[in-house]
């Protein structure tokens, strides 16, 4: 099974910061990932899919980027809305996994 | 608009087996445009996948828990349901089902189907 390492695991940030969150896969995914935000208590929402195209109705300071192994999802300048907890997902060869999230927290 | 939602009992005795429902509405459940997924949460822990069937049946499932899980459609009701047999503690969690794609071969012109259930709290506890 592929392994998805996303780090980092939590971080500290401003408002007005630029964020970087990344996951390697164990072996090539293409571009078969997305990245999600999650909010307590409410399901994960569809921020990126196919590792850079902007799903509909995100803001556009969400950005990714990658392929093959290593991905990343980019936060151009963080917004209080922003704070949450984000996910990557592969989606490849019929077999799905998540990265181990990413918490991002008001310094 | 789709809409999804999760039924079933929220406590499940530990060696028993869990069994949850998927209801979708709003929607064309025998669309080819989704694979329709369960993917888990436990307390304070990051998301799981579980398994994920097409319309037609075809299902797949994480390996770690391939040998304790069932995921069934049943096009006539727009249902698909998860089993998980003999839970321990380690399966308390909030179970989601959700329409899990994130590649190209679903999504176009910028719209890449994500729809959710509310999330259904299962524990496992005698």
């Known amino acids: 099974a592929i392994q998805m390492t996303q780090s980092p695991s939590s971080l500290s940030a401003s408002v007005g910061d630029r964020v970087t969150i990344t996951c390697r896969a164990s072996?090539?995914?293409?571009?078969?990932l997305g990245w999600y935000q999650q909010k307590p208590g409410k399901a994960p929402k569809l921020l990126i899919y196919?590792?850079?195209t902007l799903q509909s109705g995100v803001p556009s300071r969400f950005s990714g980027s990658g392929s093959g192994t290593d991905f990343t999802l980019t936060i151009s300048s963080l917004q209080p809305e922003d704070f949450a907890t984000y996910y990557c997902l592969q989606d490849y060869n019929y077999l799905w996994a998540f990265g181990q999230g990413t918490k991002v927290e008001i310094k | 608009q789709l809409q999804l939602q999760e039924s079933g009992p929220g406590l499940v005795k530990p060696s028993e087996t869990l069994s949850l429902t998927c209801t979708v509405s709003g929607g064309s459940f025998s669309s080819s445009r989704y694979y329709w997924g369960w993917v888990r949460q436990p307390p304070g822990k990051g998301l799981e996948w579980i398994g994920s069937?097409?319309?037609?049946?075809?299902?797949y499932y994480n390996p770690s828990l391939k040998s304790r899980v069932t995921i069934s459609v049943d096009t006539s009701k727009n249902q698909y349901s998860l089993r998980l047999s003999s839970v321990t503690a380690a399966d308390t969690a909030v179970y989601y089902c959700?329409?899990?794609?994130?590649?190209?071969?679903?999504?176009?012109?910028?719209?890449?189907?994500?729809?959710w259930g509310q999330g259904t709290l299962v524990t496992v506890s005698s």
């Open positions: 959700a329409t899990l794609t994130v590649t190209n071969q679903f999504c176009a012109n910028a719209v890449c189907p994500d729809y």
């Open positions: 072996q090539g995914i293409g571009n078969d």
């Open positions: 196919a590792a850079s």
């Open positions: 069937i097409y319309y037609s049946g075809s299902a």
